[in-house]
């Protein structure tokens, strides 16, 4: 008869952990996340934006100002009147601003929150446009 002693290691054990289940799982919430930002709105508003022929992509790492066909002035989506801009921009420290006006914009109102932007201490400041 054979003898069993304590060093008998069983070869069909395994003491690895796998882990397929969570790669997978990684997987399906990278593509959900994909998939969600490609369909995100990046205006709140309705704007009827300008169009231009030499349109480029927008800066990544920038604030948003829009202005709404009322002359009505949002930052980041929330409404902000235009004597609290500078203050507003200035706490948010971007180093870009990308301002999206509508097509019925006053060009006045445009200058004023381009010079508020400005004295904010931000050094470029962008007009979003559409691609022709």
């Not at 996340?33 to 169009?51: E, H, Q, R, W, Y």
């Not at 349109?55 to 930052?75: C, F, H, M, N, R």
């Amino acid at each position: 008869m054979r003898k069993f002693d304590k060093d008998f290691n069983d070869e069909g054990a395994s003491a690895e952990i796998n882990i397929s289940p969570l790669i997978d799982v990684i997987f399906i919430l990278l593509i959900f996340f994909i998939v969600t930002m490609s369909f995100s709105n990046k205006n709140a508003l309705d704007l009827d934006v300008p169009s231009a022929d030499n349109s480029g992509a927008l800066p990544a790492d920038s604030a948003t100002v829009e202005i709404d066909g009322g002359g009505k002035i949002y930052v980041g989506g929330q409404p902000c009147p235009i004597s609290a801009l500078s203050l507003k921009i200035a706490r948010m420290k971007p180093s870009k601003v990308v301002v999206y006006a509508d097509k019925s914009t006053r060009a006045d109102l445009l200058v004023s929150v381009f010079d508020e932007v400005k004295s904010a201490g931000v050094k470029s400041v962008f007009v979003a446009t559409v691609k022709k």
